[in-house]
Structure formats: C-alpha cells, structure tokens
T-cell receptor, first 114, second 111 residues
Framework: SAVISQKPSRDICQRGTSLTIQCQVD?????MFWYRQQPGQSLTLIAT?????????ESGFVIDKFPISRPNLTFSTLTVSNMSPEDSSIYLC???????????FGEGSWLTVV | GIQVEQSPPDLILQEGANSTLRCNFS?????LQWFHQNPWGQLINLFY???GTKQNGRLSATTVATERYSLLYISSSQTTDSGVYFC?????????????FGSGTRLSIRP
C-alpha cells in the first residue's frame, strides 16, 4: 500500500488569490491523480499528473486554472489559481499502486474561498 | 463514457442492523473498488473487487461483472460505519485509464 500526505489539510483563502497543494507519496507510484469534491458531491477527476511532462486534464478543467507539477515519482503539486467561492471544495491527491489496480488517497485539502 | 450509479443515495439505520449498497455500471470493467469516506473526508479503500466475492470482518462485497453490478454488505452496523460509500470503476482496460466514481451512498447509523 501507499501512504499519501497532503498539505495544507485545510485553508481559508481570499478571493482572487492562488494556493498550491502538495502531495507526497511514501513510495514510487506509477500514476498520480488530482480530484475535486464539491460540498455534498462525488469525486471528479481534475487531471492525471504525469512525471516530467504536462498533466492530462479532464473536460472542464484547464491548465491555467489548475496548474499541476510532478517533478518525480513521489511528489506532485496542484495550484488553484485566481480562486472564487465556487472553488471551495476538498481537493484530493491519489496514487495508483505498482500492481496497477488499487488506488489510495491522501487526507484531502479542504479549501474555503471567501 | 461509462456511467456508475449507486443506490440508495441515503440510508439511515439503527446500530446493529444490516445493509446492502448497490453499484451499477454501464460497461465492462476490469477494476472496481469500494471506498468509505469518513466524516473527516478521509477516503479508505475497502475492497478491490473486479469480480467474485470478498469478506473483511463485518464487510463483504460481491461483483457480478457479466451483469454489471456490485454489492457491498455491512452487517451488525456500528456508528463508526457512518459516512459516504463510493463505488469506483476504471473506464477502460489499460491501467492508465481513469477511475470514475459513483455518486455515493450516505449511510447514517443511529445509536
């Protein structure tokens, strides 16, 4: 299994600012993903974080709003840019184990934009 | 794309009761997982179960891949079982394919 650490765990942000969320995995993993969970909703995939190259974004999500980095196999960051109250969500980092089946999640980062 | 539907959306039970949660999916899958999200937002992987039956303590799961559904059974419910249960499937057969989540079942166990 993989242990995933995210920070910050919680933050209150001002409208128009940007925040970077960090995700650290305790072992090398093949795939890393970023999800958003809006209040009372399910998880929506934002993008797949690719090691050493640009992330692969899902429909409705763009790099200018959610820039992602993955400089190595165990670390990734997600930036939420120019935040508005609609960006208030839980942002979750996940990683796929080496066997390619089970995925694991970090504790999530709870962002509130005021 | 693949659709994942969960039922019921909400379930309220007394402590000690049993429950069955259902996950239907619209296409063949080779990866299906059940997660529990606790009230603090942490997602815990319960089962990796693309087919067959597995049991872990009071929880068990069955996936009938040919009929495109999976069931999660919780027996002798405890208040700590409260939270949201998600079913997630892989859209495609490559291990690089994305994981799609159902809408979840919110379970509340009353003491």
């Amino acid at each position: 299994s993989a242990v995933i650490s995210q920070k910050p765990s919680r933050d209150i942000c001002q409208r128009g600012t940007s925040l970077t969320i960090q995700c650290q995995v305790d072992s090398q993993v093949t795939m890393m993903f970023w999800y958003r969970q809006q209040p009372g909703q399910s998880l929506t995939l934002i993008a797949t974080a690719n090691q050493g190259s640009e992330a692969t974004y899902e429909s409705g999500f763009v790099i200018d709003k959610f820039p992602i980095s993955r400089p190595n196999l165990t670390f990734s960051t997600l930036t939420v840019s120019n935040m508005s109250p609609e960006d208030s969500s839980i942002y979750l980092c996940s990683a796929q184990g080496a066997a390619g089946n089970t995925i694991y999640f970090g504790e999530g980062s709870w962002l509130t934009v005021v | 794309g693949i659709q994942v539907e969960q039922s019921p959306p909400d379930l309220i039970l007394q402590e000690g009761a049993n429950s069955t949660l259902r996950c239907n999916f619209s296409d063949s899958v080779n990866n299906l997982q059940w997660f529990h999200q606790n009230p603090w937002g942490q997602l815990i992987n319960l089962f990796y179960i693309p087919s067959g039956t597995k049991q872990n303590g009071r929880l068990s799961a069955t996936t009938v891949a040919t009929e495109r559904y999976s069931l999660l059974y919780i027996s002798s419910s405890q208040t700590t079982d409260s939270g949201v249960y998600f079913c997630a499937v892989r859209a495609g057969y490559s291990s690089a394919s994305k994981i799609i989540f159902g809408s979840g079942t919110r379970l509340s166990i009353r003491p």
